[in-house]
């Protein structure tokens, strides 16, 4: 797993290191490895260092100290280097350092071949308005993109969008989500040897070698009961198709049988793609998780499945039309819930919290926290970057989906997955199978865009190929 740090833990991890009087060590550590990733730049896009011109808008912290060191080191190598003060101070050694290796210190930005964004890093204030317009070539960010919240990912329009973002001692959350996320372009993490003063993460990135030790592999005494039984309530007259979705996903995430409970014309649509399914109108019958709500829209009777699947204390993930639905903090952290941003702040407003979709969209891992805590279950927030949030504040970020996942249908696939996930594997947490079924949504979505864009219909082969590879036997 990959982890993340709000501002504060990176702040707290430093204070030890700084009263012992390593305050130096630490940005000479920062500087080098920011000059590194410079160079590398320079060589990419210049070819050479020798004449290349690089600029630093500089704060007066001990960001903008970080980016004169590397500048200083990058004029020492031929590069024509430029400090543009943003306030009427800078870290002093910082500035002399540059000064000795002849840089420049001007007032006005002027266009150069890179050019670092170093005013601020985790005390971004709320307010925050770049001194310049954004110039046109190649940015890199020091540590954050000027004005970004570390922890929250929340930044202002006056932000600037860096094509490359180096960040130092450990990954930030505010990089994850949020605009953050889209302000941030690549991120590199440069160590400083903070590892031993960083304790409980604020977020973990579950990467696919962590999705494949989740799934279970094939055994000799396999059998479908053991691989799993999903109950899935979906589809209705209006939306029959979103029953197809959901059980074509499951059945490819390798479940090993799929009860669907569905009106006769959505089930008779289910059984001709899938004959495999077993489909009636009754929640009778032998099942370990549900997956509930795709497409039932306003149908009584599945509306009573729904409820029945609810009640049967069994994991169960909830989407679309059923997060409506939900019967408030009684699921005794066994269900998933997986909106949108507006599909959270609706079922918040109707518990009596009063939020926006825009304040949800640009604090994401706080609200889906929030709501994990406040409905007793875990959330898995869609967006740009997915958000799975556990009731006690666990929280698992995943960034791997492809545009063209936004599609119709799209959401029934993850449900099918989701669901898969908890009948199969019952004893992992809800918030890692959650982040997991979002690895495979994502990597399957990538796979099929491979060949363009795509429907909800191509992408459950995609997951079968995602499975598959994630399970094979090592070397195969």
């Known amino acids: 797993m990959i982890t993340a740090f709000t501002g504060s833990q990176i702040r707290d991890a430093e204070r030890p290191l ?14 080098h490895g920011l000059c590194r990733v410079l160079v590398s730049e320079l060589f990419r896009s210049k070819g050479r260092l020798y004449g290349a011109s690089a600029t630093a808008v500089v704060g007066k912290g001990n960001n903008g100290g970080d980016a ?50 170093a ?39 006056a932000v600037w969008r860096a094509d ?15 605009r953050g996320r889209a302000l941030a372009g690549r991120v590199e993490v440069v160590d400083i040897g903070l590892g031993p003063h960083l304790f409980e993460p604020d977020a973990f990135i579950l990467e696919p070698r962590d999705v494949a030790a989740l799934l279970p592999t094939a055994r000799d005494d396999w059998h479908k009961y053991v691989r799993g039984v999903l109950g899935i309530v979906a589809g209705s007259e209006q939306y029959p198709g979103a029953a197809v979705l959901t059980a074509a996903a499951a059945l490819s995430t390798g479940v090993g049988m799929v009860r669907h409970v569905g009106p006769p014309r959505v089930r008779d649509g289910v059984l001709a793609a899938l004959p495999e399914v077993v489909a009636s109108d009754s929640v009778e019958g032998r099942v370990q998780a549900w997956a509930i709500g795709p497409g039932i829209a306003d149908d009584a009777a599945q509306h009573r499945a729904f409820d029945v699947a609810v009640q049967s204390g069994l994991p169960v993930v909830i989407d679309a039309s059923g997060l409506e639905r939900i ?8 269900a998933v819930l997986t909106p949108h941003a507006g599909e959270l702040a609706r ?17 994401p891992i706080r609200w889906a926290r929030f709501a994990a805590e406040r409905l007793g279950a875990t959330i898995l927030l869609k967006g740009p970057a997915t958000v799975c949030a556990a009731p006690d504040a666990t929280v698992c970020v995943q960034s791997s989906a492809h545009p063209y996942l936004a599609t119709a249908g799209s959401g029934d696939t993850l449900t099918g997955v989701l669901g898969a996930l908890l009948a ?21 979505g990538r796979l099929a865009a491979e060949e363009g864009p795509f429907g909800a219909g191509e992408l459950s082969r995609a997951v079968r190929r995602v499975v598959a590879r994630l399970t094979a036997p090592a070397g195969a």
């Open 164 to 178: 490359v973002t180096v960040t130092f001692g450990a990954l930030k959350t505010g990089l994850l989500v949020g």
């Open 68 to 117: 004169l060191f590397a500048l200083a080191e990058l004029a020492a190598r031929g590069v024509r280097t430029t400090a543009v003060l943003a306030s009427s101070s800078a870290h002093p050694e910082a500035l002399a350092a540059f000064v000795a290796r002849g840089g420049r210190v001007e007032t006005r930005l002027r266009a150069a071949d890179i050019v670092v964004d």
């Open 424 to 444: 199969t594997v019952p004893e992992a947490r809800p918030v890692h199978l959650a982040a997991a079924a979002s690895v495979i949504h994502g990597l399957a």
């Open 347 to 363: 079922m918040l407003t109707r518990a009596g919290v009063d939020v926006e979709r825009e304040d949800i969209e640009a604090r």
């Open 18 to 31: 700084l009263e012992r009087g390593r305050g130096s060590e630490l940005m000479s550590r920062a500087a």
């Open 119 to 157: 005013v601020l890093g985790t005390g971004a204030s709320r307010d925050y308005r770049a001194p310049f317009e954004r110039p046109a070539g190649l940015v890199v960010a020091c540590d954050l993109p000027s004005g970004v919240d570390a922890d929250t990912g929340f930044a202002s329009d």
């Open 327 to 334: 019967p408030g903090p009684r699921l005794g952290g066994r």
